[in-house]
């Protein structure tokens, strides 16, 4: 019922070519939001084509610092091959670098305790991805984009292990902003939380609140499922409604709603019925689903069919910004997902 809803109802918002107007917006704001503090931001994937030229791009317009993480020739030479510049991209080579036995001894620091010795922390601190997250551990970077050549996982390993989360045991997720024909919306958790739990997906929400808040979004936030205010009576019900009131317990300043269906969330006259008095009027922009099933169907569902703009995935809740790529990006994607990583290491 989320799926066949939401894609009826964001259809029916849609009339063809205007998303490009909104979505041109947001990110120029975004961008002029960025270039007003530049941070330096890691691209760990070198030997990829998009990677270097979205370098080049963000460079030229002053989104931010890009560091490219490689080896300085083979990168010079794919730029000169694909007709790039590199004036105002950092390059830093992990063999050839003054701050690379730094770097080792503080990751030999880190991970110790989990059978990491000193020649294997300086083959780990060698890759890359590695390389790049300790130069934002030590306050030598702001923040990281990568995943356009490995998945999520790999991203996201390195981050969770040296930059860690917010909290102890606080779980990393996702969002999308989708872009549509006149409003912004967030899906989460889309790409990482499998099946959270009642206190996880309460974690999501407040997660998800901060990251529209740093993105100038006044956020409503919808705790999505298959009842509305208390229709049906099931166990995956109720862990929506103890999400719920966890959030308005640690939170009590979002304004929230659930357990609700998605009709009532973004749809005022269906609110009205199935939801009266609700805080969000069916004029939800934040909607947490309660799986990562129904939230990455309902995403590319939205994005296939009613041809909204997918931006992201938006990773959230570590202690720095680190965010990743589908391995089908564009060169515009890349740098788009710069320009929000930028602005959230401005907001950290």
Known sequence: MILASLAARISSMLPGNEVSIMQNKFMNDLKEKAKKEKKKIIFPESTDERIIEACSIIAKEGIAIPVIIGDESAIKAKAAEIGCALDGVEIRDPAHDTNFDKYVAEFFRLRQHKGVTEEKAKEIVNMPIYFGTMMIQMGDADGLVGGATTTTADTLRPALQIIKTHEKFHKVSSVFIMILEDRLMLFADCAVEINPDAKDLAEIAIDTEKT?????????????????????????????????????????????????????????????????????????????????????????????????????????????????????????????????????????
């Open 212 to 348: 529209a808040l740093q993105f100038d979004i006044e956020p409503r936030v919808a705790m999505l499922s298959f009842s509305t205010n208390g229709s049906a009576r099931h166990p995956l019900v109720d862990k929506v409604k103890e999400a719920t009131a966890i959030v308005k317990d640690r939170a009590p300043n979002i304004v929230v709603e659930g357990e609700m269906q998605v009709d009532a969330a973004v749809v005022p006259k269906v609110c009205a019925k199935k939801f009266p008095g609700s805080k969000l009027n069916g004029d939800a922009n934040v909607l947490i689903f309660p799986d990562l099933n129904s939230a990455n169907i309902a995403y590319k569902l939205v994005e296939r069919l009613a041809k909204a703009q997918a931006v992201g995935p938006i990773l959230q809740g570590l202690n720095k910004p680190v965010n990743d790529l589908s391995r089908g990006c564009s060169v515009s994607d890349v740098v788009n997902v710069c320009a929000i990583t930028a602005v959230q290491a401005q907001g950290q």
